[in-house]
């Protein structure tokens, strides 16, 4: 259904699922309790559905072996990256790259530098 027939579509599902697709690839890939799945179902931590963020919490902690003690039904999402990064980090792993936000109102003027 996402990607081409060599691509892992559970790992296709996670990124390119709808919600409810995305939330059952991550507690699938978590069931594997691999560390190296833990960056992807990292990323569906800050997802726009409180369900999905559950799941992919969930997910997590089964992939990482470690509960990250992750509040993902009330933190605000810059919250929910940094203790994850931090969770990471104890672990000796690479923190996971989350999603740069494409709303360009974030962008304080006089962020960037000029041309």
Same mark, same amino acid.
């Given at each position: 259904?996402? #990607?081409?027939?060599?691509?892992?579509?559970? $790992?296709?599902? $996670?990124?390119? #699922?709808? =919600?409810?697709?995305?939330?059952?690839?991550?507690?699938?890939? #978590?069931?594997?309790?691999?560390?190296?799945?833990? =960056?992807?179902?990292?990323?569906?931590?800050?997802?726009?559905? *409180?369900?999905?963020?559950?799941?992919?919490?969930?997910? $997590?902690?089964?992939?990482?072996?470690?509960?990250?003690?992750?509040?993902?039904?009330?933190?605000?999402?810059?919250?929910?990256?940094?203790?994850?990064?931090?969770?990471?980090?104890? $672990?000796?792993?690479? *923190? *996971?790259?989350?999603?740069? =936000?494409?709303?360009?109102?974030?962008?304080?003027?006089?962020?960037? *530098?000029?041309?």
């Amino acid at each position: 259904m996402y #990607g081409d027939l060599e691509a892992n579509t559970l $790992l296709a599902t $996670l990124s390119l #699922g709808k =919600p409810h697709e995305r939330a059952v690839a991550a507690a699938v890939l #978590g069931e594997e309790r691999k560390r190296s799945l833990a =960056p992807a179902i990292a990323k569906e931590l800050v997802n726009d559905y *409180p369900l999905v963020r559950a799941f992919a919490a969930r997910a $997590l902690t089964n992939a990482l072996g470690k509960d990250c003690q992750l509040d993902v039904g009330t933190a605000t999402v810059g919250v929910i990256e940094d203790e994850t990064r931090a969770c990471f980090r104890s $672990l000796g792993m690479s *923190p *996971p790259v989350f999603a740069v =936000p494409s709303d360009a109102s974030i962008i304080e003027e006089g962020a960037l *530098p000029n041309d």
